[in-house]
Structures are given as structure tokens and as C-alpha cells.
């Protein structure tokens, strides 16, 4: 079974660029996360998705992030204009939202921002 | 105060030795607890998962859950050069909520 997918790996752009960040979640798996993980830091939620629904985006920030999950299988992260502090790795999990929730997640897309 | 403390380290032990991981957290209605590992410029991995107080065991993994005292623990046995990673705890209220992540534990584990 193929996990999580994450492309690109690695993207290095200057500030003010525009970048993406696309996902496909394991086949069947509804629930679909982005986390934002700083050097040191554990993972952060910025959005969850049900199926094409965000269920929580409270931690977006919207004035640069969007996303979207559409169809309910794939989904694409955006940043609009990028900033130095947004450099960090982008993760992508899923789930099938069974009894123990597991997640599962995929390399992440290592972000520089110059 | 941050919902998960975890001490990030760096914690380094010779091959064979027993590891102790810990997190306190701040929020009683904390239901699940996990422990992920998460090798260098990959993605983290579950290794357990604990509902409740109580132990669980997999292999020379035990996790530990003192909801008590809001403190959970990761024990390694027989140390091994291959479990050289970061170990994060994670915890959520209840199914399909929100995780809330610890920073992490920096591990090696010297051949």
C-alpha cells in the first residue's frame, strides 16, 4: 500500500513568491491534515479536512495560506506571498478516522524562504 | 503554558541501555496518548497508542499513562543504534480531534 505523497521534497524561493505544496492522502483515508513543523518543534495543525470539507482551519493563517482538498482525495496548500518565518517543513497526514486515529504522514516538503 | 511539555534533549546512551521518554501535559480531558518516532528528513511514524491510564507493551517498547498525574512515558529496552531518532508524544481529546504535539525528543543511541 503507497503511503502518503508529498511533492516537491524541497523548494527554496524569495520572499514575496507564491509556492505550493500538493498531497495525496493513502487511498480511502477521509480525513486529511497539513501540519507546519519547525526545526525542534513538533507538529502544528493548520487544517483539517473531512472528505472536501475544511472541519478546522482555525490555525490558518488565511492573509497568506489557503487550501483546498478538492474531489476529497488530493489536496494543495498555497502561500501567497511567502515570508522568511514561513520556512519549515510541510506535512501532510491522513486517516481513515478508525477507533485508534492513526495518522499517517508523508516526508513533508522542506520550505526555505530567502 | 503549553498543552504538551517534552524535553527536547539531546539525550544520547551507549547500545543496550533502557531509554525513558516523558511528557506532562496541562489538559485532564486528554483521552488518547501516542508516541511517534520520526527518523531525520522523514515524516513521523506511530509506534503507540494508549487509551486511558495504563501500560502497553510492544516489543522492547512500553508506553505508560499516569493520567493522575498528566504525565506519560515512552521506555526503550535494549537500546539499539537503528532507534536513533526524535520521539514525540501526542495526545487528543477524544477521535478525529485535534492532536497536540510535544517538541520532541532528540535520541542516540551510541554503537
Given at each position: 500500500?503507497?503511503?502518503?505523497?508529498?511533492?516537491?521534497?524541497?523548494?527554496?524561493?524569495?520572499?514575496?513568491?507564491?509556492?505550493?505544496?500538493?498531497?495525496n492522502?493513502?487511498?480511502?483515508?477521509?480525513?486529511?491534515?497539513?501540519?507546519?513543523?519547525?526545526?525542534?518543534?513538533?507538529?502544528?495543525?493548520?487544517?483539517?479536512?473531512?472528505?472536501?470539507?475544511?472541519?478546522?482551519?482555525?490555525?490558518l493563517?488565511?492573509?497568506?495560506?489557503?487550501?483546498e482538498?478538492?474531489?476529497?482525495?488530493?489536496?494543495?496548500?498555497?502561500?501567497?506571498?511567502?515570508?522568511?518565518?514561513?520556512?519549515a517543513?510541510y506535512?501532510?497526514?491522513?486517516?481513515?478516522?478508525?477507533a485508534?486515529?492513526?495518522?499517517?504522514?508523508?516526508?513533508?516538503?522542506?520550505?526555505?524562504?530567502? | 503554558?503549553?498543552?504538551?511539555?517534552?524535553?527536547?534533549?539531546?539525550?544520547?546512551?551507549?547500545?543496550?541501555?533502557?531509554?525513558?521518554?516523558?511528557?506532562?501535559?496541562?489538559?485532564?480531558?486528554?483521552?488518547?496518548?501516542?508516541?511517534?518516532?520520526?527518523?531525520?528528513?522523514?515524516?513521523?511514524?506511530?509506534?503507540?497508542?494508549?487509551?486511558?491510564?495504563?501500560?502497553?507493551?510492544?516489543?522492547?517498547?512500553?508506553?505508560?499513562?499516569?493520567?493522575?498525574?498528566?504525565?506519560?512515558?515512552?521506555?526503550?529496552?535494549?537500546s539499539?543504534?537503528?532507534?536513533?531518532?526524535?520521539?514525540?508524544?501526542?495526545?487528543?481529546?477524544?477521535?478525529?480531534?485535534?492532536?497536540?504535539?510535544?517538541?520532541?525528543?532528540?535520541?542516540?543511541?551510541?554503537?
Amino acid at each position: 500500500e503507497a503511503g502518503v505523497v508529498q511533492s516537491p521534497r524541497y523548494k527554496i524561493i524569495e520572499k514575496k513568491q507564491p509556492v505550493a505544496f500538493w498531497c495525496n492522502p493513502i487511498s480511502g483515508h477521509n480525513t486529511l491534515y497539513w501540519y507546519l513543523q519547525n526545526l525542534g518543534q513538533g507538529p502544528e495543525l493548520l487544517i483539517r479536512y473531512e472528505n472536501e470539507e475544511a472541519v478546522d482551519d482555525s490555525q490558518l493563517p488565511k492573509d497568506r495560506f489557503s487550501a483546498e482538498r478538492l474531489k476529497g482525495v488530493d489536496s494543495t496548500l498555497k502561500i501567497q506571498p511567502a515570508e522568511l518565518g514561513d520556512s519549515a517543513v510541510y506535512l501532510c497526514a491522513s486517516s481513515s478516522g478508525g477507533a485508534n486515529n492513526e495518522q499517517f504522514f508523508g516526508p513533508g516538503t522542506r520550505l526555505t524562504v530567502l | 503554558q503549553k498543552e504538551v511539555e517534552q524535553d527536547p534533549g539531546p539525550l544520547s546512551v551507549p547500545e543496550g541501555a533502557i531509554v525513558s521518554l516523558n511528557c506532562t501535559y496541562s489538559n485532564s480531558a486528554f483521552q488518547y496518548f501516542m508516541w511517534y518516532r520520526q527518523y531525520s528528513r522523514k515524516g513521523p511514524e506511530l509506534l503507540m497508542y494508549t487509551y486511558s491510564s495504563g501500560n502497553k507493551e510492544d516489543g522492547r517498547f512500553t508506553a505508560q499513562v499516569d493520567k493522575s498525574s498528566k504525565y506519560i512515558s515512552l521506555f526503550i529496552r535494549d537500546s539499539q543504534p537503528s532507534d536513533s531518532a526524535t520521539y514525540l508524544c501526542a495526545m487528543t481529546l477524544s477521535t478525529g480531534n485535534q492532536f497536540y504535539f510535544g517538541t520532541g525528543t532528540s535520541l542516540t543511541v551510541i554503537p
